[in-house]
């Protein structure tokens, strides 16, 4: 589908572990299978395999923005948005959140079977989990086939999916009540970011849906460690703990020769305890 290879170009996996489980479509519910939920528009762009770009080219330069490469994904950063990152347990990142005026936008990619199909399964997954969590769902059809929408009590939920080529790109998008329909200006946005989405899966023998590592750049690495030294420091001092002043992640400005300067973030968001890909749709929020 999108950036993906040819199968003859594929170089050879472990038997069997990167091929799709094997899905009941007779249990599947209904309404949320219907065939025309996957059907697939004429889609302008990516999401992007980087391995099918042009040799050579510089993979930072976006149409939406100046894309930042967070190792498994470069993701493009619209105007005057802000990041925020989110850090696993061990200290090591977790997941990038472009934070707008509408809404917060956050892609990441899994690896995923050479076939495929695997959104298709997540989507389903995605689903139930959030009916247990009591949320209205419902599955909407997009440019890239279907797309899982949930109203929760705290926000309006968007989860669109594409699958490359041994590889899984998901985008959640939260937005306030009313915010996030699929003529708003948040979703026009998400989809535009996805659309100028690259993704460099690696060739690492990754099980499918195993999310791919977020790498942060050299530059945000060392801001969120200095203001992590400094909340250690207030800590220790015995002062109460404020957070580190942070300035918005606006669109890279030129640098005195040229040079693009690296965004700021803000302060890295709390861990989350996580299930696997089919748990808790709302544990998965940040991820």
């Known amino acids: 589908m999108f950036g993906r ?30 065939d025309d939920y996957d059907a697939v528009t004429e889609v302008d762009g990516g999401p992007y395999d980087a391995d099918d770009l042009e040799s050579g080219a510089d993979l930072t330069v976006g149409d ?20 925020q990152v989110e850090m696993a347990p061990d200290g090591s990142p977790q997941a990038v959140h472009l934070v707008t005026q ?8 899994y690896a995923a079977p050479k076939s495929p199909g695997q959104w298709r399964e997540v989507a389903g997954d995605l689903a139930e989990s959030l ?48 915010g996030n329909t699929a003529d708003s200006e948040l979703v026009a946005s ?30 945000l690495a060392q801001q969120l460690a200095a203001a992590h030294q400094q909340q250690l420091a207030q800590q220790q001092g015995g002062a109460p703990q404020q957070p580190a002043p942070q300035q918005p992640a606006q669109q890279p400005e030129p640098g005195p020769q040229g040079e693009q ?4 973030a803000q302060a890295p968001a709390q861990p989350q305890q996580r299930r696997g890909e089919s748990g808790s749709a709302m544990q998965q929020l940040g991820r």
Not at 71 to 83: E, F, K, R, T, Y
Not at 102 to 109: P, Q
């Open 131 to 178: 009916r247990n969590d009591n949320a209205t769902v419902s599955v909407e059809s997009g440019p890239w086939g279907r797309e899982v929408f949930a109203v929760t009590p705290n926000a309006d939920l968007r989860f669109i999916g594409a699958d490359g080529y041994r590889w899984m790109v998901r985008c959640v998008v939260a937005g306030p009540s009313g």
């Open 190 to 219: 998400a989809r535009a970011i996805l659309r100028d989405t690259v993704v460099k899966r690696g060739n690492e023998p990754n099980p499918v849906r195993t999310p791919l590592p977020v790498v942060l750049p050299e530059a």
């Open 102 to 109: 509408h809404g917060r936008i956050t892609v990441a990619a």
């Open 64 to 83: 939406v923005g100046t894309r930042l490469d967070l190792g498994s994904v470069l993701v493009p950063m619209p105007q005057g948005a802000q990041l």
């Open 5 to 34: 290879r040819k199968k003859a170009e594929a170089e050879a996996d472990p038997a069997g572990f990167f091929e799709d489980a094997e899905a009941d479509d007779a249990d599947a519910d209904a309404a949320d299978y219907e």
């Open 261 to 264: 300067q690296p965004p700021q």
